[in-house]
Nanobody, 122 residues
């Protein structure tokens, strides 16, 4: 059974940093892509970043480029999202997801974590 457990969310002031973690189990980590999506109140869930374990490729939505960094510790089956220079508009529930390849489409991902709340005060 695929399991994804997010942690690391919280309340931070604008300009601050947080690091989210996604601990994965139940599948061959090296064969999968791990993505981060976020959903703000009243908005659609959007892709933020993705890490392809097969080749180490990373992807970012334009709004977080230069501020967020995705990385992986394959020995721990864990993907991290380091978020720096946080803005109020980054406030959302952040979800970890996994599938065979990276995609910006929520529909392409079959497994999701429970989400972790990130709140950035302005």
């Amino acid at each position: 059974e695929v399991q994804l457990v997010e942690s690391g969310g919280g309340l931070v002031q604008a300009g601050g940093s947080l690091r989210l973690s996604c601990a994965a189990s139940g599948f061959t980590f090296d064969d999968y892509a791990i993505g981060w999506f976020r959903q703000a109140p009243g908005k659609e869930r959007e892709g933020v970043s993705c890490f392809s374990s097969s080749d180490g490729s990373t992807y970012y939505v334009d709004s977080v480029k230069g501020r967020f960094t995705i990385s992986s510790d394959n020995a721990k089956n864990t993907v991290y999202l380091q978020m720096n220079s946080l803005k109020h508009e980054d406030t959302a529930v952040y979800y970890c997801t996994a599938d065979l390849q990276c995609s910006w489409s929520r529909a392409d991902f079959g497994s999701w974590g429970q989400g972790t709340q990130v709140t950035v005060s302005s």
